[in-house]
């Protein structure tokens, strides 16, 4: 199985494993970068993925539940409609990500980084909150 760039169809991960979920943690246990990746609705429910590269992945609509993100570098990912209820978000780099109507009940954003992050519409019910980061002088956090 592969794993392409939305943009370009570029394979920026190959694997002999079948399911999407074994192949992108084996991806990120191995450092791959997966920055523009194409994952839309993938099942990564409860998947490690501690410090993975997705810069501006997308993961519209991607199940992330429970999933360990921690330190994850995200900037510009698209994560509109995606399902991370649960999700440990610690010290994620989420800056500029499009986060519109995802589910962030009960994730863990402690320390995160969310400047400039469309979060209009995200459910953040039960939300650790704690510490994040979005106010510098020049980015604000999106939030309706």
Known sequence: MEIKKRVTG?????????????VVIE????DADLGGADLEGADLEGAYLRG?????AYLE?????????????LRGAD???????GADLRGADLEGAYLRGADLRGADL???YLRGADLEG????????????????EGVCYAR
């Not at 991806?27 to 191995?30: G, I, Q, T």
């Not at 993975?52 to 501006?56: E, I, N, Q």
């Open 79 to 85: 994560l509109e409609g995606a399902d991370l209820e």
């Open 110 to 112: 402690e320390g995160a």
């Open 10 to 22: 570029e394979v920026l991960y190959t694997s002999t494993k079948e399911r999407v979920k074994e």
């Open 52 to 56: 993975a590269y997705l810069r501006g």
């Open 27 to 30: 991806a990120v246990e191995k």
């Open 61 to 73: 609509g991607a199940d992330l539940e429970g999933a360990d993100l921690r330190g994850a570098y």
């Open 122 to 137: 995200a459910d953040l019910r039960g939300a650790d909150l704690e510490e994040i980061k979005i106010t510098e002088k």
